[in-house]
């Protein structure tokens, strides 16, 4: 008698040994509360030293206030969330003042109660190839500059820019002292998380926002790339890890852009991760931007990655010498397309949604700026009033949160 009491004691163990390990398992795959308990629908930010090109002059900060201000007027509006623009060449530029602001954002954050993603961003490639572009340090062209030379075009499909971007997912990039790009990469991920992990606010980080794909061959490279970031940063932290959709977005293009190819970017770590893409328009808007955001959903459900739509407006392109290029004049929003888009990400199950953007420079795009900075005063556009409006019709139980 004794033995069966002993046998059903060792199997009660072991069946709440499994219970326990499949739920942490579900707590570890979905990471922080937050992601469970409301969606998080917010902006994207521009920061002001985490912001500067490297090899050019600097550009003008923000009014002392802007932090403050911003995270105010975004908590008024409904919002809980942020995504912060940050650039490695930033960092390398003035590393001190970078982290400086950092530490100032993540304060403003906790303070306000907003979650934030601090998103690696890059456009462009690099300041290094020219001066649009900000993105990756010159301690990576320096050494190369024979091979990459300065101010030789860094948009994806340029000559220098293609060949860069191969040459980085095959691991052949190193610096003057001979480290390769992925280790120095994931080194000054490693700085940024050591300084932010403890805040509260910090919901997590995107990886590389919009990497370049020059070929068919480098989706698995780039997911290669990711696993060995979210490898190393796993070490220091447990929060949400993003890695981002490519550029340039062809549907009928020669890199194959397919959902299979896109799921193939994917870390192979599954905890606690999402996948980004950008929606610059109403998904049931016309034939190109339902195919564009069902390609992408298609790809979400093959990793079991959810979608987090770092940034979204709504734009018209018109073609110019045979290329789509982005049309100022004719792009812009209006209350009932805000809405209709929030509700559109909603009604596909999009938990985490941040608009284009917060920025104290002015923006060529009306549309692409939430506020103006007047003399030092940040004042509100009309695009803030439709986004506050559209919060509180498509997200009534977010609203009544603040």
Do not use: C
Request: no cysteine; charged share 20%; net charge neutral.
């Amino acid at each position: 008698m004794s033995s069966l009491r002993h046998s059903k004691s060792i199997l009660f163990g072991l069946t709440f040994v499994l219970i326990m390990s499949m739920t942490f398992g579900v707590i570890a795959a979905f990471g922080q509360s937050s992601s469970l308990d409301s969606p998080l629908v917010g902006v994207v930010m521009k920061g002001g030293v985490t912001d500067q090109k490297q090899v050019r002059n600097d550009t003008s900060l923000p009014p002392a206030n802007y932090f403050d201000e911003s995270f105010k007027l975004i908590k008024d509006a409904g919002l809980n969330h942020v995504r912060l623009l940050l650039y490695w060449e930033s960092y390398e530029k003035n590393p001190q003042a970078f982290m400086n602001e950092l530490e100032k954002v993540a304060n403003l954050a906790d303070k306000y109660g907003i979650k934030v993603i601090y998103d690696n961003h890059q456009w462009h490639t690099s300041s290094w190839l020219e001066k649009r572009g900000t993105g990756f340090p010159a301690s990576l062209f320096e050494n190369n500059s024979q091979k990459y030379p300065k101010d030789s075009g860094g948009k994806e499909g340029q000559p220098v820019a293609k060949l860069w971007w191969s040459d980085f997912w095959d691991g052949s990039i190193k610096d003057a002292q001979g480290k390769d790009a992925w280790t120095s990469f994931a080194d000054f991920w490693k700085k940024v998380v050591t300084k932010l992990d403890g805040h509260p606010s910090t919901f997590g980080y995107e990886i590389l926002s919009e990497p370049h794909v020059e070929s068919s061959d480098q989706w698995e490279k780039i997911g290669n790339f990711n696993s060995f970031v979210t490898d190393e940063l796993r070490s220091l932290t447990n929060k949400t890890i993003i890695y981002s959709m490519n550029v340039p977005v062809d549907l009928k293009g020669p890199i194959q852009l397919t959902p299979e190819n896109l799921a193939k970017m994917a870390p192979t770590n599954k905890e606690n991760v999402m996948f980004k893409i950008s929606v610059y328009g109403n998904p049931d808007r016309d034939q190109y931007q339902k195919q564009r955001f069902d390609l992408f959903k298609k790809a979400s459900e093959l990793t079991g990655d959810p979608l987090y739509v770092g940034e979204w407006n709504n734009v018209v392109r018109t073609q110019v010498n045979g290329v789509f290029q982005l049309d100022p004049a004719k792009s812009g929003l209006d209350q009932q397309t805000t809405d209709a888009m929030l509700q559109a990400f909603k009604d596909n199950n999009i938990t985490a949604s941040a608009f284009w953007k917060w920025d104290y420079q002015d923006a060529d795009t009306p549309s692409f700026n939430l506020i103006l900075n007047q003399n030092g005063t940040i004042t509100p556009t009309q695009y803030y009033t439709y986004l506050k409006n559209s919060v509180a019709k498509v997200y009534p139980d977010l609203n009544a949160q603040k």
